[in-house]
């Protein structure tokens, strides 16, 4: 369905200039057959563009030379391999597609510009909506500091410490899953969580409370999070290892990561195809970080149980499309074969979101969990290493 979103006038003088631009009449023009079907097929409209025309002084419509320049054959070749990525990530079950390059196509009607909305250019949920918006910020960032120059940094970075070595030691020493507690102002379906947040005093609580390894959330527009209480947590000195809580969608995001004091990523499946999750835990591995690789269903499970050297899988309880949260998804995921390969493998499972109470943790421990990822529920409590004790029921620092 098509509607609306934005209409401004534009002046008449820009009008004639805006339709004479060459670049999208010679884009339409390169894009091959196959690739304009696969496009139909994703529901992206290809929209045949009007600044093909221009006008001559008496009003009558005239097409333009086309100009084939660097440029455009880049822009072509960059909109080819995100239609690709969508193909082959819907081939694997995953529903997220990545941001259509143009965005909305602009129309012009006498002095009005619009843009038309419809199913291609729209997110279609908020994990969508965050990945779209994820996929322009770091475009942005990787202008202002591209890979090499995040490579001189890691020189500086301190140094990883272990992060599964720290879940299994704190689920050796208490008998109880490890806990990552998650440094969380907000969160799209809950709001905010905690008006006066201080992250480094939150952090300390934490380590105090017994934690064994932090999460921390990167991200501004949805979380409230930032980098900056990332490397504020690492420089105040506290021990657990720290997890940088990003919706990553390019390996140089694991490098900026790593750059300001992570000891782990997350990389999550509903997002990510297999090829970019092998890519990039090899990139995690060679920089010394864990990768926690999240699912949400047993497809998403079986494609990361099919990709060798994975250590940590996430299971996480939210439907990140619906908001819709059910402890019982871990207990679902564990069962028969795959709860089989798991242990054979001796991957630890980190049963994530929607845990309240000791019998939470007592319910995703019986299905088999040796980790928990916690945010809401103990970074609300006024001493939030009081919440701690609360969750599990007792005091896990001792
Ligand atoms: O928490 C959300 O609303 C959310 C929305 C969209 C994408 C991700 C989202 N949360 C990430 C998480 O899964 C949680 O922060 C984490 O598992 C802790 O959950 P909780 O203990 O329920 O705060």
């Known amino acids: ?189 809950r709001g905010i969580l905690r008006e006066d947040f201080d992250p480094v005093e939150i952090a300390r609580a934490y380590e105090k409370g017994g934690a064994a390894c932090l999460s921390v959330l990167t991200d501004e527009k949805y979380f409230k999070g930032s980098f900056e209480n990332l490397e504020a947590i690492r420089s105040a000195g506290v021990k657990c290892p720290l997890l940088c809580k990003e919706f990553i969608v390019d390996a140089w995001q694991i490098y900026y990561a790593r750059t300001k004091g992570a000891d782990a990523v997350l990389l999550i499946a509903a997002v990510l195809p297999d090829l970019d999750i092998k890519y990039m835990t090899k990139i995690c591995k060679m920089l010394g970080l864990a990768a926690l690789v999240e699912v949400h269903d047993e497809r998403e499970m079986d494609r990361v149980l099919g990709i060798e050297g994975i250590e940590l899988i996430g299971i996480n309880n939210r439907n990140l499309e619906t908001f819709k949260v059910d402890i019982s998804n871990t207990k679902r995921l564990l069962e028969g074969e795959r709860g089989k390969i798991i242990r054979q493998k001796d991957i630890i499972v980190v049963g994530e979101s929607g845990l309240f109470t000791p019998d939470d943790i007592a319910y995703v421990q019986e299905a088999g969990v040796k980790a928990v990822l916690v945010g809401e529920s103990i970074v609300k409590q006024s001493d939030p290493g009081k919440g701690i004790t609360g969750l599990f029921g007792k005091d896990i620092s001792v």
């Open 1 to 189: 369905m098509e509607g609306l979103i934005s209409l401004k006038t534009t002046p008449r003088i820009a009008f004639s200039a805006l339709n004479q631009r060459p670049n999208k009449s010679s884009i339409v023009r390169s894009v091959p057959t196959s690739v304009m079907d696969a496009h139909r097929r994703n529901g992206i409209a290809f929209t045949p563009i009007r600044a093909q025309q221009s006008e001559t002084k008496d009003g009558a419509a005239t097409i333009p030379p086309v100009k084939e320049d660097a440029e455009t054959a880049l822009k072509v070749k960059e909109w080819e391999v995100g239609m690709f990525h969508n193909e082959v990530a819907a081939s694997q079950g995953i529903r997220i597609r990545r941001r259509p390059l143009t965005g909305p196509p602009l129309h012009y009607v006498g002095p009005f510009e619009f843009r038309i909305q419809n199913e291609g250019n729209t997110p279609r949920n908020i994990l969508e909506e965050i990945i779209w918006h994820k996929d322009v910020e770091v475009s942005q960032l990787k202008e202002r500091r591209p890979l090499f120059t995040l490579k001189k940094a890691l020189e500086n970075a301190p140094p990883t410490r272990d992060f599964v070595g720290a879940l299994r030691a704190a689920h050796q020493r208490t008998g109880l899953p490890g806990l990552i507690a998650e440094v969380k102002k907000a969160s799209p379906s």
